[in-house]
């Protein structure tokens, strides 16, 4: 079930008038019946893989249970790599199997041995499996370092791995934030109900008016890159940035929305991070529940930046290529991480990593510097190039995209393949960057202006636009379900 499709729009409001004006007198009851609409929601899409979910909650439930009760390190360790093991071999299975098996047979090639695998499996992979089992890996993880003390309820656990509206892409949650919301009883509030429709809507204007309107342009491109001079393809690339953006933070959007109608509170995703001023800030507002998950569980374990310079420069090239690898069972992807990691080591050896931590761009000025606009084209530039090897089909794709733009460096006028201006869009993406820096300081209020005719204003604007660039016939699935 797509957040943006009809089927979503039914389910939400039937969901949402059960839970407070039906299961509201005990949050015992409220839970079990949110982990009902969380199973139904996601077993929409396929019931058979509720059993995957079910599985590692079990799992999890007990490990966090024996680590909790064991009284020497080894059994608590043990127990820990109980819940490691099954969740990244579920992880490995369904998403790495044939990737290990295919680069196995392409390494035999090398030298000489042509074989045809007859390992490989036609494999679905489940909707969301890289979230959940990070999710419920956290968990086990923060009771075995003591940062948390495990639930003995079953069925808030339950719900906490499963809670809809962040299940299939995140944000990923700590048990920290979102279990102790759903243990503790929540009472309607009128205000962040609002919220949660305002973070909708513009979670929605996302997805369809940004990310949907273009990604027929950007799929072209890239299927069709030799075909194209250097001007179409860097337009492609550049395009590819602000889709994927508008996907992936609106679905974040929509998903901080959903949880707010029922009073629970997901942490941010998403902080602009298109006026980053260096890749590190960067990081800091791009896939926050991500990177800080790969922060607290691996970079910090391995020593973080306490250790010598050689060795967080080795934490630090494990942790992209780490990340790189869990996008997607492709080198492309691999590669990806490994460029961010050259990008980012220069900026950590300049001790410039962490500047920026609380700080936006153009503090309280209306304008940036032009060092500051200097600094954000620098860092959308190195992004946006390394999108290439994550939007390829493959590595040989990737470099013959870059050797087309470097062989072919003239200009040329694209036409949209459907038959559209290519200067509305221009425009319309022109006006988002403009908007986004005036919001830049909340991500959690969109719409957040003193005067309520200019709030009427734009709340009309965006569902024309919406209206006006909602199109049946294109994919509107979220490019990050493939995760």
Known sequence: MLFNSLDFFIFLPVVFILYWFVFYKKVQIQNFFILVASYVFYGLWDWRFLLLILASTLVDFFVGQAIYTSNSKKKRKKWLWTSVIFNIGLLGFFKYYNFFIDSWVDFLSVFGHDIKSIWTLQII???????????????????????????????????????????????????????????????????????????????L???????????????????????????????????????????????????????KLFGIELMSNFKFPNFSRNVAEYWQRWHVSLSTWFRHYVYIPLGGSRVSKLKSI????????????????????????????????????????????????????????????????????????????????????????????????????????????????????????????RIRKDER?????????????????????????????IDRSFIYFQF
């Open 125 to 203: 992979l489940p909707v969301g499996i890289s979230f959940y089992t990070f999710q419920t890996m956290s968990y086990s993880l923060d009771i075995y370092y003591k940062r948390l003390t495990p639930t003995k309820n079953f069925i808030s656990f339950a719900t906490f791995v499963s809670f809809f509206p962040q299940l299939v892409a995140g944000p990923i949650e700590r048990a920290s934030n979102l279990l102790s919301q759903i243990t503790t009883k929540r009472v309607f509030n009128y205000i962040q109900c609002t919220d949660g429709l305002k973070l909708i809507l513009w979670g």
């Open 314 to 437: 080795r934490n630090i090239i494990i942790i992209f290529l780490v990340s790189g690898f869990w996008h997607g069972a492709n080198w492309t992807f691999i590669v990806w991480g490994g460029i961010h990691a050259i990008f980012y080591i220069p900026v950590f050896l300049m001790g410039r990593n962490r500047i920026y931590m609380n700080t936006v761009v153009a503090e309280n000025r209306w304008l940036p510097t032009l060092t500051e606009i200097a600094q954000i084209l620098l860092t959308f530039f190195l992004v946006t190039f390394s999108r290439v090897f994550f939007r390829s089909q493959s590595i040989t794709d990737a470099f013959g995209f870059l050797e087309q733009i470097y062989s072919n460096f003239y200009y040329e006028t694209y036409l949209h393949p459907l038959g559209y201006r290519m200067i509305d869009y221009f425009i319309l993406l022109g006006l988002f960057v403009l908007y986004e820096f």
């Open 205 to 259: 204007f996302k997805k369809v008016v940004i990310a949907d309107s273009i990604a027929p342009i950007v799929d072209d491109i890239f299927a069709n890159y030799n075909d194209y001079l250097a001007s179409t393809l860097i337009m492609g690339v550049s395009l590819f940035s602000f889709q994927v953006y508008g996907d992936f933070s609106g679905y974040s959007d929509i998903a901080i929305g959903t949880a």
């Open 445 to 473: 209020a969109p719409f957040k202006f003193t005067s309520k005719s200019i709030r009427f204003i734009i709340y009309v604007l965006v569902v024309l636009g919406m209206l006006l660039f909602f199109d049946d016939s």
